[in-house]
């Protein structure tokens, strides 16, 4: 079985400022990591990914992500916030030779002006 | 391109009522799935599909059946609707060459469902 834990349900930042959502993940063999965005009333939209090489891999808005195998964990990041990035993020997971994604439950990312 | 267009928007049902979502998607992507998403639980996979004519059951298949007659299109039927299927519904697509499972999903715009 795969899972997806993103242990904060909220998180605020001061527009400006860096910001971090976290995620950690369980699946058996080599993890496909994915990091999506909603906007209100949305669908999700795609972020970034992390399936092979680099640990830290660069994605839309000026997004990135550090996969840390060692801690399980896929850290999305941006070092300044907008008050446009406040939306719900999701994280994912599914293992190599599967299609099929695993989403942590979101977390709530409102930048404050 | 219009992607994965998911129709209707918006349905309110009455308990026992069936009905049938509309999922349908122009990038001639294999792989189609139907998720829903509740309040504090992120997404749960309800059906998935690889292909015209193949199917399987994800995490919360109960009350819920598929069919795929088509690379473009996979509706998903309410048989019998109940409260407890009150949600928001995504189907998304993903292209299925390459290694298996490394490419991103497209996700439509959902449909939210009241059943009363």
């Known amino acids: 079985a795969q899972s997806v834990a993103q242990p904060e349900d909220q998180v605020n930042v001061a527009e400006g400022n860096p910001l971090t959502v976290k995620c950690t993940y369980s699946v058996s063999g080599n993890p496909y990591l994915f990091w999506y965005v909603q906007y209100p009333n949305r669908g999700l939209q795609f972020l970034l990914k992390?399936?092979?090489?680099?640990?830290l891999v660069k994605g839309s808005y000026g997004f990135e992500a550090e996969f840390n195998k060692s801690q399980t964990s896929f850290h999305l990041k941006k070092p300044s916030a907008l008050v446009s990035d406040s939306a719900l993020y999701f994280c994912?997971?599914?293992?190599?030779?599967?299609?099929?994604?695993?989403f942590g439950k979101g977390t709530k990312l409102s930048v404050i002006p | 391109n219009a992607g994965v267009t998911q129709t209707p928007k918006f349905q309110v049902l009455k308990t026992g009522q069936s009905m049938t979502l509309q999922c349908a998607q122009d990038?001639?992507?294999?792989?189609m799935s139907w998720y829903r998403q509740d309040p504090g639980m992120g997404l749960r996979l309800i059906h998935y599909?690889?292909?015209?004519?193949?199917?399987d059951q994800g995490e919360v298949p109960n009350g819920y059946n598929v069919s795929r007659s088509t690379t473009e299109d996979f509706p998903l039927r309410l048989l019998s609707a109940a409260p407890s299927q009150t949600s928001v519904y995504f189907c998304a697509s993903k292209i299925s060459g390459g290694l298996v499972g490394s490419s991103e999903a497209f996700f439509g715009q959902g449909t939210r469902l009241t059943v009363v």
């Open positions: 599909s690889v292909g015209a004519g193949i199917t």
């Open positions: 990038m001639n992507h294999e792989y």
């Open positions: 994912a997971v599914t293992r190599a030779g599967s299609y099929q994604l695993t």
């Open positions: 992390y399936i092979t090489g680099d640990n």
